[in-house]
T-cell receptor, first 110, second 114 residues
């Protein structure tokens, strides 16, 4: 089965609303990353966050290793936030490879 | 931030031909990766590469696929021969270390096999 579950699969917001995206892992993880994938396809690394909470502008990522989950909070969403948000993890004991979730597709309308 | 460059951005090729996708990783990085994403689907791991060798490959990394990085130049993915199901976007990534390190991705090469 899927090693990484992302929820929700899609999300539609009005500009200014907040978003909370979730990522759950089925196995112990070594580290994880959040990515933003532009509608054109290119990937941007948002956070490398193996544990704890990190902030970057309107984005906050919180990873709880023991509970095998991570969240991405987007505050005061803007239309330019539209795209797909992917989480990925490096599992413990495996070789160095990121395993991706299916993503959350975010649409922010004005 | 650090940049991974992929050349070309789009490649159109006839089924059965050979194709080489090129990746210029971040200059001091030691680990290199290829991922495959079919339109609208999940990002899938293909292969990772360190110290001149493949460390791990997935079942998507068919016998027709090969990777190399001769003399610290481009990290390449070669497909010979290509098949229709190879049509996808191929992303290259690199990292300084294998664990506890951020992976940086290129913008992808869209491969269309006709």
């Amino acid at each position: 089965g899927q090693q990484v579950q992302q929820s929700p699969a899609s999300l539609v917001l009005q500009e200014g609303e907040n978003a909370e995206l979730q990522c759950n892992f089925s196995t112990s993880l070594n580290s994880m990353q959040w990515f933003y994938q532009r509608p054109g396809g290119s990937l941007v690394s948002l956070f490398y966050n193996p544990s704890g909470t990190k902030h970057s502008g309107r984005l906050t990522s919180t990873t709880v290793i023991k509970e095998r989950r991570s969240s991405l909070h987007i505050s005061s969403s803007q239309t330019t936030d539209s795209g797909t948000y992917l989480c990925a993890f490096l599992n413990q004991g495996g070789s160095a490879k990121l395993i991706f979730g299916e993503g959350t597709k975010l649409t922010v309308s004005s | 931030g650090p940049k991974v460059l992929q050349i070309p951005s789009h490649q159109i090729i006839d089924m059965g031909q050979m194709v080489t996708l090129n990746c210029d990783p971040v200059s001091n990085h030691l680990y290199f990766y290829w991922y495959k994403q079919i339109l609208g689907q999940q990002m899938e791991f293909l292969v990772n590469f360190y110290n001149g060798k493949v460390m791990e490959k997935s079942k998507l990394f068919k016998d027709q696929f090969s990777v190399e990085r001769p003399d610290g130049s481009y990290f390449t993915l070669k497909i010979q021969p290509t098949a229709l199901e190879d049509s996808a976007v191929y992303f290259c990534a690199s990292s300084l270390g294998g664990y506890q390190n951020t992976l940086y991705f290129g913008a992808g090469t869209r491969l269309s096999v006709l």
